[in-house]
């Protein structure tokens, strides 16, 4: 497996998935998460409706896979990160749950190069630093690792884009 590092927005990314930071609801919501729903068309929408009447609402820490509607990637992984609420090790555990689920579901649906956004660092408030380390530790020890050729971080804002740097070099 290879990881790469880009900044910008991901929902131009050509990758076989890109893993959305979505809530439980699965009916969209701001940051990356609108701008996923509002670039790809209503076939997203439509998947995450018919997956919420299945299933239910998506737990944090959980992944569910739909089209990309319009979108250049084939798939999106839509993911719930953790609302940050002070230094817990639930918090870090569900991020890196994020993480690992979204993998695995990439492996099942023969996915080979994957692009992740910043989970929870946004509206959800997670601390840039700590979800860098997590991010990075979490995909670097994936079990199954040899079974994705490809990690893309993309890094939508500058200081997630410096941390990633200093974690990955160029
Ligand atoms: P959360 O609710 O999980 O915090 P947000 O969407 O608010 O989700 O933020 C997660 C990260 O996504 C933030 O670091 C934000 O800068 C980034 N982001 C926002 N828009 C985009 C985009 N179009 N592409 C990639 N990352 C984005």
Same mark, same amino acid.
């Given at each position: 497996m290879t990881i790469e590092l880009i900044k910008g927005d991901i929902t131009t990314i050509k990758a076989d998935a890109i893993v959305n930071a979505a809530? /439980? /609801? %699965? %009916?969209g919501g701001g940051g990356v998460d609108g701008a996923i729903h509002r670039k790809g068309g209503k076939a997203i929408l439509a998947a995450c409706v018919a997956i919420r009447n299945k299933q239910g609402q998506c737990k944090t820490g959980n992944a569910v896979i739909t089209t990309a509607g319009n979108l250049p990637a084939k798939y999106v992984i839509h993911t719930v990160g953790p609302v940050w609420t002070g230094e817990s090790e639930q918090n870090s555990a569900l991020l890196a749950d994020c993480y690992r689920n979204s993998l695995i579901l990439a492996i099942e649906n023969d996915v080979k190069i994957i692009a992740f956004p910043n &989970? /929870?660092?946004? &509206?959800?408030?997670?601390?840039k630093d700590k979800a860098a380390d997590i991010a990075i530790n979490t995909v670097n020890n994936f079990a199954q690792k040899e079974r994705i050729e490809k990690v893309i971080f993309v890094c939508f804002d500058e200081e997630n884009y410096d941390l990633y740097l200093q974690r990955l070099g160029r």
């Open positions: 809530n /439980s /609801s %699965l %009916l &989970i /929870s660092t946004g &509206i959800y408030h997670f601390p």
